[in-house]
């Protein structure tokens, strides 16, 4: 339920979902990973998070609506590289530069990659989203190997990514910021990382590596 003390007001708030959408559904084939099956799923976790750990809702919900936006901009990209795109979509719907700043600034603060355990709520509750939708079991069922063609890597570079940037956040305890996420989702993401690590140490053998080969 939006109020008239949101940092992104409804009006807004639309105006940048059907931009977003109108640009994922647009360019569909190129995000067969980020389109807007990811970015809906996104957006309504993060807001579920946002509301639970007193986050602004308003400002986590555009967040995750423009979280992704790098992969428009370039294939395989940090999310930094959405930024121009991002403030662009923010701008034309409408929402002030102090929000737009805001949003810009915790997409960036809830990147895997570089995220730590003393984040904002808004960037945690994002982040816990996001991290949700790469630990669900159907992921690497159904929709990893749309993320190697989208962004032009291997198994083994997916593999090594996942373990590389997943691993040592999930050892030091802040894998999921929400404690009814971590309740709820840490068996999936332990056995997704077990998974990858499986994966990549399948990899190292020759036999395995000619039946990739085989099946292309
Ligand atoms: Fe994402």
């Excluded at 509301?51 to 609506?65: D, H, K, T």
């Excluded at 940037?165 to 894998?175: L, T």
């Amino acid at each position: 339920m939006s109020t008239s003390d949101d940092a992104v007001p409804a009006k807004a708030m639309a105006e940048v979902e059907g931009r977003v959408r109108t640009l994922c559904l647009r360019h569909a084939e190129r995000l067969p990973f980020h389109g807007w099956h990811h970015v809906s799923f996104v957006r309504d976790k993060a807001a579920e998070f946002a509301r639970c750990n007193g986050a602004e809702v308003s400002v986590v919900r555009a967040a995750a609506l423009v979280h992704d936006v790098n992969y428009l901009v370039r294939r395989n990209s940090a999310a930094a590289e959405g930024s121009g795109l991002r403030r662009a979509i923010l701008a034309g719907a409408g929402v002030t530069p102090s929000v737009i700043d805001w949003v810009d600034a915790l997409v960036d603060e809830a990147e895997m990659r570089t995220r730590h355990r003393d984040i904002s709520l808004e960037a945690q509750a994002l982040s816990d989203a996001d991290t949700l939708f790469k630990a669900l079991p159907v992921t690497p069922v159904v929709l990893a190997h749309r993320y190697l063609a989208e962004n032009g890597v291997s198994l083994r570079e997916l593999a090594d990514k996942i373990v590389g940037e997943q691993r040592g956040v999930h050892d030091s305890g802040f894998y999921f910021y929400s404690p009814a996420a971590a309740a709820s989702y840490s068996r999936w993401a332990t056995a997704n990382l077990e998974l990858w690590q499986c994966i990549r140490e399948s990899l190292d053998d020759p036999t395995v590596e000619r039946l990739l080969t085989a099946v292309g």
